[in-house]
């Protein structure tokens, strides 16, 4: 039983070592993915909780990983979060339309982190409330 599992799309390594050593320190299983295609592929496999998403990577880059994530039945509801230090409102907008939840800044701060993961993951748990004439499914 884990915290919850964590899919890290991130072409750069000590970045990679770095979240997954405080992930794991938290009780997260880390699933790692270098490139945005092995991402995808990654997303199929480990249903996760939560998905750490890069912007700048080899192949697709972050938002296009985002979209594409979006349309997989199994990913709808989950959580992804932009790392970026792309600071910038106009990068914050393209990453909300390509379907991220919200943003992490880079370099990560190893202390705020676990704390926004666990929030992102709480909020997943909750189901939407009905709309108010109870017709919803
Ligand atoms: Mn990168």
Redesign the pocket.
């Known amino acids: 039983m884990t915290a919850g599992c964590i899919l890290y799309v ?3 390594f000590d ?1 990679r070592l770095l979240i997954r050593r405080v992930l794991m320190a938290e009780g997260y299983e880390v699933v790692e993915a270098e490139s945005g295609l092995r991402g995808l592929e990654l997303a199929q496999t480990c249903s996760p909780d939560l998905v750490l998403m ?5 192949d697709i880059d ?1 938002y296009d990983c985002t979209a594409r994530m979006r349309e997989m039945d199994a990913l709808k509801e989950v959580p992804i979060l932009a790392l970026t230090a792309n600071v910038l409102e106009g990068d914050r907008r393209k990453a909300l339309r390509s379907g991220c939840n919200g943003f992490i800044a880079k370099p990560v701060d190893i202390d705020e982190l676990p704390r926004q993961v666990s929030e992102h993951i709480k909020k997943k748990g909750k189901a939407p409330s009905p709309p108010a004439n109870g017709t919803g499914t």
């Open positions: 991130e072409d750069n970045n890069d912007i700048n990577l080899p972050g």
